[in-house]
Structure formats: C-alpha cells, structure tokens
C-alpha cells in the first residue's frame, strides 16, 4: 500500500510516519502531486496558523490537487480545519471539501485546549472496534460546531464536531499518532477499513 503524507510544511509529520511504522506500514512524505495523486491513501496533517498554511498549499497548487482526490484522505488537526470552507484564524478561505466553518472557543475554559479529551457519538468505519469515551490528545484553539458530516462528537464547554466524513474525506481534530493505541487503532481503520 503506498501512502503519502502531503509536505507542506505545516505538519509535525514525524510522530505520524513512527505511528504508520509501529502498524507495519512505510510511507513517503511529499509535495509532489502525482505521488499524492496515485497514493492508496493520503494523509494531510497539520500544526500551526490557518492562514499560512493555506498559503503554502496555495504555492503549490496543492489547494487545488487536495479537492479532486478520489483515493481516502485523512485530514488531522489543522488539515482537517483546512478541508472545511472558512477558518476564522487569518480570515481564511478552507478547500471547501466539508461546508463547515472553523470557529475560535469563546469560553472561560483554558484556550487552548490542550491535552486528553473524549470522543462519543462515533458513527464511522474510522472508529470501528473503539468505544464511546474513549480518549484521544488534542491541542486545538478552533473547532468546526456539531455538523451534518459529524461522526464524532467531544466536549470542551460545549459540544463540538471533532471528526467529519464526507466520501473519501476524512477528519479528525485530534492527533491519532499521539494518542496510543486507541489512536493507532484510528489509522489503522483509516488503512484498511476506510475505501469511500
């Protein structure tokens, strides 16, 4: 199975290749489209500020390869905040993949939210054999609002969409290579059980 991790240097990728090693699986991290365009699965990661990132894959056409993906893509963190239509970090235009808006937490709780949260309300193949409330690490200061694509759903104040699917895109806030074997268990369904 030949995956690609998208290199757009907004992406602390190395936690995610050492989690696709510990399942058995090499993967190749590049900018390059036709290796992204003919990969089994791609994985779209991301840390940092929306607006920058989006301009990095704005550079590299990537913004526009990203959308036309037919093989399953998984979109963690920021990479899912960029699939969605509007993130209100820098006032930016997403890839419109999900009709979801990226909103910041108005709340008294600590922002960000670092650390282990639950995941419920799993409706998914991406979830398949992991229970209700099981934890996940997030470190997020943006979230997407409960949302017709939600197939996970976590609390921070109030609840909020924290995995979307819609076709062969995936989601997730979370970081599944951070989060033990429940979040290995994550990519390993996003491998094996995820084909739309």
Same mark, same amino acid.
């Given at each position: ?7 757009? #240097? ?6 995610? &290749? ?7 699986? &090499? @993967? ?9 365009? /003919? ?14 990132? $989006?301009? $990095?894959?704005? @550079? ?10 037919? /093989? ?7 990479? $899912?905040?960029? $699939?969605? *239509?509007?993130?209100?970090? #820098?006032? /930016? ?34 979830? *398949?054999?992991? &229970?209700?409330? @099981? ?10 609002? &409960? ?5 996970? /759903? ?23 290579? *951070? ?8 990519? *390993? ?8």
């Amino acid at each position: 199975m030949k995956i690609a991790i998208i290199d757009y #240097g907004a992406g602390n990728v190395k936690s995610i &290749e050492f989690a696709l090693q510990r399942l058995g699986y &090499e @993967s190749v991290l590049t900018s390059d489209s036709e290796q992204i365009k /003919t990969a089994d699965r791609v994985i779209f990661p991301g840390v940092g500020e929306a607006s920058s990132a $989006m301009k $990095m894959l704005e @550079s590299t056409g990537l913004d526009k390869v990203i959308p036309e993906l037919k /093989t399953p893509v998984l979109g963690i963190c920021l990479g $899912m905040q960029l $699939m969605c *239509k509007y993130c209100v970090e #820098g006032d /930016t235009q997403g890839l419109s993949i999900f009709d979801a808006e990226v909103i910041k937490f108005d709340t008294q709780l600590k922002v960000p939210q670092v650390g282990w949260n639950t995941i419920f309300d799993l409706k998914s193949n991406l979830f *398949k054999g992991i &229970e209700n409330h @099981s934890y996940m690490y997030l470190v997020h200061s943006y979230y997407v609002p &409960e949302h017709q694509h939600s197939i996970a /759903t976590s609390e921070y104040d109030l609840n909020y969409c924290v995995a979307l699917n819609r076709d062969n895109f995936y989601g997730v806030q979370f970081h599944p290579e *951070k989060s033990g074997k429940v979040g290995e268990r994550v990519l *390993k369904n996003f491998l094996v059980n995820c084909r739309q």
